[in-house]
């Protein structure tokens, strides 16, 4: 039995918690990997490099060589239709079930099951799934795809066409019963010990109207289905992945993905000094003001923390009530200044855009970010997600309609990062002069910027104002000696040095299939169970 999956534009730990999980199972698994240059669905898009750095037929090709017995993508919002497109594609030449997972289909899987090139979509966590999914495959060759019986998660339709629903099964509970990620996956394609990417824990305990956690946290039903959502590993375990990785990989630098890195203050503290003795590279880390004070800020920053990114959104505090936010302004500017004053870098993501929100609240945000001067200020357009309460709220509002809706389901929605993808909108000049202040503000003088306001920033074409806002952000990344950006512009190097021999010589056999990795040995320790907390 081989599982091949195919992913888009950088690593992904959904991906490789998944291969490791079949892989201890007994499953061989493969993977096929895009590197997007030039239009990763997400934040970097020039139309002219995209088109010619696109390899969408050298992944169908490099798929079918594979000659799978399961194909799996774990799909976002921004990914759907080129996930579509490339499972298409690849039916068309070999017969091949197709399983969809991830946020996406998690939130609308009746849309992705009218694809006639999905099979199956896993909703919520899937390693209990697709390994369930694989033992019925392996049992019953040539006799169909349909398994016998319901598999928890996961969704399919029958040869008459109906929905069948598997039971929704609660959250994974002990995450160290969990092997390691996968990382020899990705090792072909990416330099694993540059950044490392890992998570502590899984689960997080706000539900923001416009995040997915919002809804995925209620996937398995009734709160007694479903168990802890904010679940954690130990220390010893984390510390356990880490010292291997830096023996295997030399990690470099560690970004750990935890949607709040800082949940638990004891927890931390025993953390950070075992990272600090054991491992002893910088890291970057996601945190909330709910959850940063003096102590943790001079905790991260001895660890060695590179930096910090912190989701501010809105600063009007009456609007973020209405998000699901209820961190009061003192609060704000408290773990602001306590990781200003540690010496931390800050990132800090605002959107653009929320219905609704006074537009006065753009303003308040430009003296708040002029007062602790992050080093970035990550600026995203708004995007609605499928299943989000924004989503719902903005339909019945009628600030999208039905057919907006429908798009967005589909995988039609804004790009994060581009004014241009939106809609003509009479506020899109208003958003678009408080995006270049934001992304302008490293780069200014501290007198500069308390003399400058929006009304002093001139209308630009979209695409001008984005090239503006890309520069800077460049420049200030440069000032601030931004390892993840470098770390972004070597990854473009280490792609297009690959790619350009072939691309210059326009080679076009078809490229063969990698030879299998061996299975790892048995794990030394009996694995625990995955009983609930």
Same mark, same amino acid.
């Given at each position: ?40 669905? $997400? ?58 997972? *991830? ?16 099979? $199956? ?54 995450? /160290? ?11 072909? /394609? ?56 830096? #023996? ?6 560690? /970004?750990?993905?935890? /949607? ?10 025993t953390f950070l000094t075992e990272y600090k003795r054991e491992i002893g590279v910088p890291f970057a880390c996601l945190v909330h003001p709910r959850f940063m004070d003096d102590d943790m800020a001079r905790w991260l920053v001895d660890a060695g923390c590179d930096r910090v990114e912190m989701g501010i959104q809105t600063v009007d505090e009456e609007y973020k009530r209405k998000l699901l936010r209820f961190e009061k302004d ?38 708040? $970010?002029?007062? +602790? ?10 995007? +609605? ?32 990062? +581009? ?11 208003? $958003? ?43 420049? *200030? ?14 990854? +473009? ?15 076009? #056999? ?24």
């Amino acid at each position: 039995m081989k599982v091949v999956f195919a992913a888009l534009g950088q690593e992904q730990l959904g991906i490789s918690i998944l291969s490791a999980v079949l892989r201890r199972a007994g499953v061989e698994t493969s993977l096929v990997f895009d590197p997007a240059l030039f239009h990763d669905r $997400y934040y970097f898009e020039i139309p002219v490099l995209r088109d010619l750095f696109n390899r969408d037929e050298d992944t169908v090709a490099r798929i079918v060589a594979e000659k799978p017995d399961l194909l799996a993508f774990s799909v976002l919002t921004m990914t759907y239709g080129w996930a579509v497109d490339i499972a298409t594609r690849v039916k068309q030449q070999i017969d091949v079930p197709v399983i969809f997972g *991830g946020v996406h289909p998690s939130a609308v899987p009746e849309v992705c099951l009218e694809e006639s090139a999905v099979d $199956y979509v896993c909703v919520g966590e899937g390693e209990e799934s697709i390994v369930r999914l694989c033992e019925e495959l392996a049992a019953r060759p040539g006799s169909g795809r349909r398994p016998p019986q319901l598999i928890p998660n996961l969704w399919w339709r029958d040869e008459a066409g109906r929905t069948v629903r598997g039971p929704a099964s609660g959250f994974v509970q002990d995450l /160290d019963a969990l092997p390691f990620w996968d990382k020899a996956l990705w090792e072909h /394609d990416l330099p694993i010990g540059t950044s490392y990417l890992t998570m502590n824990s899984r689960g997080c305990p706000f539900r923001c109207t416009f995040c997915f956690n919002n809804f995925f946290a209620k996937l398995p039903g009734p709160v007694a289905n479903r168990g802890k959502y904010v679940r954690q590993r130990s220390v010893e375990r984390c510390m356990e992945e880490l010292v291997e990785a830096k #023996r295997r990989w030399n990690i470099q630098f560690v /970004d750990f993905e935890d /949607d709040v890195f800082t949940l638990d203050k004891k927890w931390m503290r025993t953390f950070l000094t075992e990272y600090k003795r054991e491992i002893g590279v910088p890291f970057a880390c996601l945190v909330h003001p709910r959850f940063m004070d003096d102590d943790m800020a001079r905790w991260l920053v001895d660890a060695g923390c590179d930096r910090v990114e912190m989701g501010i959104q809105t600063v009007d505090e009456e609007y973020k009530r209405k998000l699901l936010r209820f961190e009061k302004d003192d609060l704000l500017q408290r773990a602001l200044a306590a990781m200003s004053a540690a010496g931390l870098k800050m990132k800090l993501d605002h959107i653009l855009g929320f219905p609704g929100e006074p537009l006065a609240a753009q303003a308040q945000a430009w003296e708040l $970010y002029k007062r +602790y001067r992050p080093t970035r200020v990550n600026t995203y357009w708004l995007s +609605y997600l499928p299943g989000t309460d924004m989503m719902r709220e903005a339909l019945e509002s009628g600030s999208i309609t039905a057919e907006d809706a429908d798009a967005i389901n589909h995988g039609q929605t804004r790009l994060f990062h +581009y004014a241009s993808s939106w809609k003509q909108d009479d506020k899109l000049k208003f $958003y678009q002069k408080y995006d270049l202040l934001f992304r302008l503000l490293p780069l200014l003088p501290r007198a500069l910027a308390e003399r400058l306001t929006m009304e002093r920033v001139p209308d630009l074409p979209s695409g001008v104002a984005n090239a503006i806002g890309f520069i800077a952000d460049v420049c *200030g990344a440069a000032l601030a000696r931004d390892r993840e950006t470098l770390i972004y512009a070597r990854l +473009y190097g280490h792609h297009m040095r690959k790619m350009l021999p072939a691309m210059l010589t326009r080679r076009t #056999r078809p490229p063969e299939a990698r030879p299998p990795r061996p299975l790892p040995a048995p794990p030394m320790e009996p694995l625990r169970s995955h009983n609930a907390a």
